[in-house]
């Protein structure tokens, strides 16, 4: 019965309601360990044909069915921040490529706001925010089997990181970071949007530490690993080139960092995208290239041929097309849920409040009858709500991935981007040869004509033969980049078309078995109530 | 939905009435037909009543109404039958473009069905004349009738209550010469006064949560449906195992959305309408309480206007004025007044503090009715999906390829 009839709290309501069922709290939000209760309202809903869902994790209390995923396949749940999950068990193995015994484990946490020490116009100066970055890990590149390191690093930091990784890995699908400003709305505060940073920045580096080449790179053991100011550079630092020919570029280099260099590190360059604002010609070249290939009658001399290639990319695009459909309704799936959730919630209040309204002002039997059965209903249907809840807040762990996944398109397209300007630089460098073969030829011919020769000219030719030289060294650079390109597209192509058919298995899997279960539960609190009113019933 | 599910006292199918030789009244309201053109386009029922109460022309009559028959008759009974809780109707407007949906059509006869039932099993209003009308007169006696009716009592009866409470304020200040109305003190019925207006407060926020739960259904059905679309299409596109287990989980999908909108119907009829009825029903309990509150005063104005007469009267007989023989029969025409006033009034009370406990013990059945119903519905509802999707996983167990 009812003890507790002088709180006015709506919540409080709900709860002296729910006095027989000891275990169920609206404050609990922690897993606990599983309490050797025995459950009162335990319904043996066992269908005989298949096993039920209840018995994957049968929990004593609803507040432990909270976080806890009917698939038990998934990753651990990100609570906190600070926990890694096991490196030995079952789960993380999941999460790492290779053998079970690979781990590099990153976490970030713990922002810190800090004052811009240089000169600055505003008194007071500017503010940015630190983060501490934690990371565990048994790889050989960092160390061997135990290592631990942290560091502080900002945001611009991960920008630099990023931009030195584009450059490095062309071609790979490579994570995309998160935005530089992602403030969605005026209104969120300050720490949301730290927190929200917080949030990105791990997946992000959680991210570059699975892709088994990435995780590997000197970059990310630099950001990982040295204290201190981040030791890259923010980007490739092109001095202005002059008209025809490349100047030295000044490299600083920190550690190995290998780079095919071919006659002169100017050639490095061109394994490099034209970078606006410093290659003014060469962007200038390549525009002309690519009109030439749009607009031009003849075709250009390299072409992308790769048939295999073109199929997949097709296919690649039809399913991000389909995928970002899907999760759009996934959205609104789950809004869907959620809002059957909180009408059931004030469905079960309204009758709380009615409840306590008839056993206040009980006068006859039947009204004490009567409030005895809307108690049950709304204690039901305020199980139910909590039930939805959760579901819901299951569901969207499930359908994250189709985001995520999003977000891999997102490198995908940048790598395929790679590609399609190195075969421009590969094209206009063709291009580039033939022009000047043919103004030598033009020179060569004039030229003879004359006799004793022509000293102006000859010094053309030879000027011309020189360029030709630089130009050939450079499309050799240049074909080669593009190869690479191509390899690393290939390589990175099978190796997400296996993660995705087993990501996505995984989440079609884990969202089945979330829905099928707390359906399950659900049936269990409505056939209790039909129990309790089953007096009412006609034949 | 059988609409013998809600409960009815009294009626010879209830369990308590011995055997089949007992007086019974039974009354069915079926298939609506859509009659008329255009704007004055409306729906009409078969009315069949089978009885052997003597009163009746015969064992069983068939007769066709409408809505505004079924309102006439309420309207007469709530005029002769003070202090009986007359059963509600449903409302009268709907939105233009429901208004001949099957659904509601279907819902509005369940709905007329049931206050008929009331009535004829109510053991006085069953043996009202204007039921006999309504049950046996030929169409056009009822269209006469109906046609009949003043302005006034084609109002809703808490439109009368307002009428009359204006009108009998203003005699009643004038007569007692008071600023207040006179109201009654027991302080018994004050509590039930107030018992019925926070009731309906209650009920109807409960309702009103009951028809978002049914919205809510149909919303959840729609958003698999296109999410069940969507994911087949991303399976067609992919082709593959893959492909193919994302097909399978865009049907499921869309099966479910067809076993939700059907809930969300059932929802309506069995849960949502019955909360509904119990708010109308508490709605016509306060248009009876205004009725005993126009009884109360008109019998006390009558009684302060009688006393005021008996004193013209005694002063009258003093000085042996001829106007004593009139005065006296004015005074004898108001005593009897009076009297009538106080027995309407005392039998309002009366027979209110009889059905104030048959209501009770009425909504608690209609009530456990409905929330049976609803946790059925709710529970049938929850082990189909939960059966779909769990047919759903050997599937793709088949086509993982790990």
Redesign the interface.
């Known amino acids: 019965m009812m003890k507790q009839e002088e709180q006015s709290h709506d919540e409080q309501d709900m709860e002296s309601l729910l006095l027989d069922d000891p275990s169920s709290t609206t404050t609990n939000l922690h897993l606990q360990p599983p309490q050797p209760v025995t459950f009162p309202d335990s319904h043996p809903l066992q269908s005989p044909k298949s096993p039920s869902f209840n018995s994957f994790l049968d929990p004593p209390s609803y507040a432990d069915a909270i976080f806890t995923s009917f698939d038990t396949t998934t990753s651990a749940t990100t609570t906190s921040s600070s926990n890694f999950p096991n490196p030995h068990s079952p789960d993380s193995s999941s999460l790492q490529p290779g053998s079970e015994s690979d781990y590099l484990l990153i976490s970030v946490s713990d922002p810190h706001k800090e004052q811009e020490l240089a000169t600055s116009l505003v008194p007071g100066g500017n503010t940015y925010y630190t983060y501490l970055i934690t990371t565990r890990t048994n790889l050989p590149e960092f160390g061997g089997p135990g290592s631990e390191f942290t560091v502080r690093r900002r945001f611009r930091d991960v920008v630099t990181l990023s931009d030195r990784l584009s450059e490095t890995y062309r071609g790979y699908f490579i994570p995309v970071r998160p935005d530089k400003s992602t403030v969605e709305s005026q209104v969120m505060q300050k720490n949301e949007f730290v927190e929200q940073r917080r949030v990105a920045l791990e997946k992000y580096l959680r991210k570059l530490g699975m892709h088994p080449v990435i995780r590997k790179s000197e970059e990310l053991r630099l950001f990982l690993e040295v204290r201190g100011k981040l030791p890259l550079v923010k980007s490739t630092d092109v001095a202005s080139r002059m008209l025809d020919g490349a100047v030295k570029l000044p490299r600083q280099l920190f550690g190995g960092e290998a780079v095919a260099v071919v006659g002169g590190a100017e050639l490095s360059e061109v394994a490099q995208p034209a970078k606006g604002g410093r290659d003014l010609l060469r962007i200038f070249k390549e525009l002309k290239q690519s009109v030439a290939n749009d607009w031009g009658g003849t075709k250009p001399l390299v072409m992308e041929e790769d048939k295999e290639f073109m199929e997949r990319k097709e296919r690649l695009v039809e399913f991000e097309q389909q995928l970002s459909a899907v999760s759009q309704q996934a959205e609104s799936l789950v809004k869907s849920q959620q809002d059957m959730g909180e009408t059931m919630g004030e469905l079960g209040l309204a009758f709380v409040k009615l409840t306590k309204f008839e056993t206040e002002e009980a006068i006859f039997e039947a009204q004490r009858v009567r409030a005895s059965d809307m108690r049950n209903v709304a204690t039901a249907a305020v199980k139910a709500s909590r039930l939805y809840r959760e579901l819901n807040t299951q569901t969207i762990k499930h359908l994250d991935k189709l985001h995520e996944y999003l977000g891999t398109m997102l490198a995908v397209n940048n790598a395929f981007t790679d590609r399609s300007s190195a075969l421009l630089t590969v094209q206009t460098l063709s291009s580039e040869l033939v022009s000047l073969n043919s103004r030598i030829e033009k020179l060569e011919v004039a030229s003879s004509k004359i006799f004793g020769g022509d000293k102006s000219r000859m010094r053309k030719i030879e000027d011309l033969k020189e360029a030709h030289r630089v130009t050939e060294n450079a499309k050799t650079c240049a074909d080669r980049e593009y190869e690479r390109i191509k390899e690393n597209n290939r390589s990175e192509l099978e190796r997400i078309d296996k993660e995705r058919h087993d990501d996505f298995f995984s989440m079609l899997r884990g969202f089945v078995v979330n829905q099928a279960g707390y359906a399950e539960k659900m049936a269990a609190v409505w056939e209790k109530l039909a129990e309790e009113t089953a007096t009412y019933s006609r034949q | 939905m ?1 609409p ?2 809600r409960s009815l006292s009294g009626s010879s199918q209830s369990p308590r009435s011995p055997s089949s030789s007992q007086p019974f009244l039974s009354v069915s309201v079926t298939d609506p037909v859509k009659l008329g053109n255009g704007v004055q386009a409306y729906i009409s029922y078969r009315v069949i009543t089978k009885t052997n109460f003597p009163e009746f022309q015969g064992p069983e009559k068939i007769v066709i109404r409408r809505y505004s028959d079924f309102v006439w008759l309420r309207d007469r009974l709530f005029e002769k039958y003070k202090g009986i809780f007359i059963p509600p109707l449903p409302e009268k407007s709907a939105v233009e473009k429901f208004r001949f949906s099957a659904e509601f059509i279907e819902m509005r006869r369940q709905a007329l069905d049931i206050f008929v039932n009331r009535i004829a099993s109510h053991h006085e209003l069953q043996q009202s004349e204007d039921l006999r009308l309504f049950l046996q007169a030929e169409e056009e006696t009822m269209e006469r009738l109906r046609s009949q009716e003043t302005g006034i009592f084609k109002k809703k009866p808490s439109d009368l209550m307002q009428i009359f409470k204006d009108v009998q304020t203003k005699v009643s200040d004038v007569v007692l010469g008071k600023e207040k109305p006179v109201e009654e003190t027991d302080p018994e019925y004050e ?1 039930l006064k107030h ?1 019925i207006f ?2 309906e407060n ?2 109807a ?2 309702q ?3 028809y ?2 049914v ?3 149909r ?2 059905g ?3 449906s ?2 069940g ?3 087949k ?2 399976g067609a ?2 082709g593959n195992s ?1 492909g193919k ?2 097909s399978e ?1 865009g049907m499921k999908s869309e099966a479910l959305s067809v076993k939700l909108q059907k809930e969300a119907q059932q929802l309506l009829m069995n849960f949502e309408e019955p909360l509904k009825d119990y708010v109308r029903a508490v709605q016509s309990i306060k248009a009876t309480i205004a009725e005993r509150a126009n009884a109360f005063r008109r019998q006390c104005e009558l009684a302060e206007t009688m006393k005021l007469k008996e004193i013209n009267l005694d002063k009258l007989m003093l000085i042996r004025s001829e106007k004593v023989g009139e005065a006296e029969y004015e005074y004898n025409q108001l005593k009897a007044e009076s009297e009538q006033a106080t027995k309407t009034f005392e039998t309002i009370v009366r027979l209110m503090n009889e059905e ?2 048959r209501f ?2 009425q ?3 209609d ?3 409905a ?2 119903e ?3 519905g ?2 049938r509802l ?2 189909g ?2 059966d779909a ?2 047919s ?2 050997p599937k ?1 167990e088949a ?4």
């Open positions: 059988n013998s599910q509590k018992y926070e009731l209650h009920l926020e409960a009103k949560h009951a978002r739960l919205k809510r259904h919303e959840l729609q958003s698999l296109d999410f679309k969507a994911v299409l991303l596109s992919e893959l287990a994302f989980l104030i406990g009770q013990e909504k608690t059945l009530m456990g009715i929330f049976h609803f946790a059925k709710q529970a929850a082990n999906i939960a999707w769990r759903l996983i793709l086509c993982s390829p790990s």
